[in-house]
């Protein structure tokens, strides 16, 4: 219903977006994870299609629904999230992705020595010893495509969001990356956002993640007709 009295600044571009956090198993049935809700990858997802773009939404485990319209693509780990982006980019010329949003909160580690079965509680002193394993940096390595879309970050810092932001789109080699202070936003339904661009930094007021995921979608549109 809203979706009619939006502009279609994106009308027939493909949007790849990731969202959600990811789960990296211990054993069969316990994992490493993290906060985060999805909401805002999800609203990302919906104000892109709204705009008229052909979406999909490559998502860790979240407790929420399919945008409609959007085609959603469900994984658990950073592997996992990785191939599934790596398979959509790699579709024929008609399903080429315009456009990249790296939204989700990926693990960066992994267990490297998971167990096939449950570990089992043995003695007080035998605990188990994890180790980790560095999982892909999946929107560097979008990002690092001869014919990479265009690419769009997030990063949730604790402090310092001005160095840390700036400083992490160079590092990540994107022309756009989104800030926003952690402990603010994982789970909250409003949000105040930074945008990093090569012109400098723009803050996007605080509003819910469903205003923002238009206003953010309104300059990843303006930022991409230009190219
Ligand atoms: N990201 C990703 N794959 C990873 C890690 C991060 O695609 N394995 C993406 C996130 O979706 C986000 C951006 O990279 O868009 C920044 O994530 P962040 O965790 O802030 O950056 P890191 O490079 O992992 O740095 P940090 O040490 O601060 O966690
Ligand atoms: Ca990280």
Not at 9 to 34: C, M, Q, S
């Amino acid at each position: 219903i809203i979706a009619a009295f939006q502009p279609k600044t994106l009308a027939g571009k493909h949007v790849l977006i990731t969202a959600g956090p990811t789960f990296e198993p211990i054993d069969p049935v316990r994992g490493i994870t993290n906060l985060s809700s999805g909401k805002m990858g999800y609203a990302i997802a919906q104000a892109a299609w709204e705009a008229g773009a052909i979406v999909t939404l490559v998502s860790g485990p979240t407790a929420l629904d399919t945008p409609y319209g959007v085609r959603r693509i469900q994984v658990q780990t950073a592997q996992q999230m990785h191939d599934a982006v790596m398979a959509q980019l790699n579709q024929s010329v008609q399903h080429r992705q315009d456009i990249f949003i790296a939204v989700a909160a990926v693990a960066d580690w992994r267990i490297a020595n998971a167990s096939e079965q449950k570990l089992k509680k043995t003695s007080d002193s035998d605990v188990p010893q994890l180790q980790f394993a560095q999982n892909p940096d999946i929107l560097a390595a979008v990002a690092a495509l001869p014919d990479a879309p265009y690419c769009v970050g997030f990063a949730a810092e604790s402090e310092n969001l001005l160095q840390y932001g700036a400083a992490k789109r160079l590092k990540k080699n994107i022309p756009l990356l989104v800030g926003n202070i952690g402990h603010h936003t994982f789970g909250k339904d409003d949000n105040e956002l930074v945008l990093f661009d090569e012109q400098g930094h723009t803050a996007l007021p605080r509003a819910d993640k469903q205003t923002l995921a238009q206003n953010l979608i309104a300059e990843i549109a303006l930022r991409t007709s230009l190219i």
